[in-house]
């Protein structure tokens, strides 16, 4: 069973750049989250795609964008950065929209902007 | 925002000691659930509760959940310092798509 798997590990952009941030989810599971988790705090949810499609949203602007590809992997596009966007990204995949089914993160990207 | 409150903040305890986090939340939920994350690297699954349950066990942890309080703790017995890392509670609101994580406890445990 292959995990969560992140690329790429550690990225520094400049303030108004663009950047696009890849997710490949746990075989076998066709859902995945994406969380923004500042220094020090709890993750945030910024949206979730199932099959596909976006499925939920959290309170982000939309510069962030996401994609989910036929394999279920994913991708998360900030665009415009701002200094604060300076965050570990988390992608966590799930099998369908039960509920009871954890979450499997992977080890993040960090995304520094300058 | 954040819908669950970790309490305290920051746990320091010597090998062997009990461990309590506990956890308040806000609204009606599906499911808790405890999780761990190791020095800024990905979160670790520990354990789900859901509504309809008070208490869970797994290895050494134990769970309580109280819908009443809005309230959960996760006790870990004979603690080591493998368990060095920060805990989450997170919550599967009712009508709500995903998880929704607090901002954790810190926990330190010396040899």
């Known amino acids: 069973e292959t995990g969560v798997t992140q690329s790429p590990t550690h990225l520094i952009k400049t303030r108004g750049q663009q950047v696009t941030l890849r997710c490949s989810s746990q075989s076998g599971h066709n859902t995945v989250s994406w969380y923004q988790q500042a220094l020090g705090q709890g993750p945030q949810f910024i949206f979730q795609?199932?099959?596909?499609?976006?499925?939920g949203r959290g309170n982000f602007p939309p510069r962030f964008s996401g994609l989910q590809f036929p394999n279920y992997s994913s991708e998360l596009n900030v665009n415009a950065l701002e200094l604060d966007d300076s965050a570990l990204y988390l992608c966590a995949s799930s099998w369908g929209q039960d509920h009871n089914s954890p979450l499997h993160f992977g080890n993040g990207t960090r995304l520094t902007v300058t | 925002s954040q819908q669950g409150e970790e309490d305290p903040q920051a746990l320091s305890i010597q090998e062997g000691e009990n461990a309590t986090m506990n956890c308040s939340y806000k609204t009606s939920i599906n499911n808790l659930q405890w999780y761990r994350q190791n020095s800024g690297r990905g979160l670790v699954h520990l354990i789900l509760?859901?509504?309809?349950?008070r208490e869970k066990h797994s290895g050494r942890l134990r769970v309580t959940l109280d819908t009443s309080k809005k309230s959960s703790s996760l006790l870990i017995t004979a603690s080591r310092a493998a368990d060095t890392a920060s805990y989450f509670c997170?919550?599967?609101?009712?009508?709500?798509?995903?998880?929704?994580f607090g901002k954790g406890t810190m926990l330190l445990v010396s040899p």
């Open positions: 997170a919550t599967d609101p009712l009508g709500y798509s995903t998880l929704t």
């Open positions: 795609y199932y099959r596909e499609e976006e499925n």
């Open positions: 509760i859901r509504s309809n349950e």
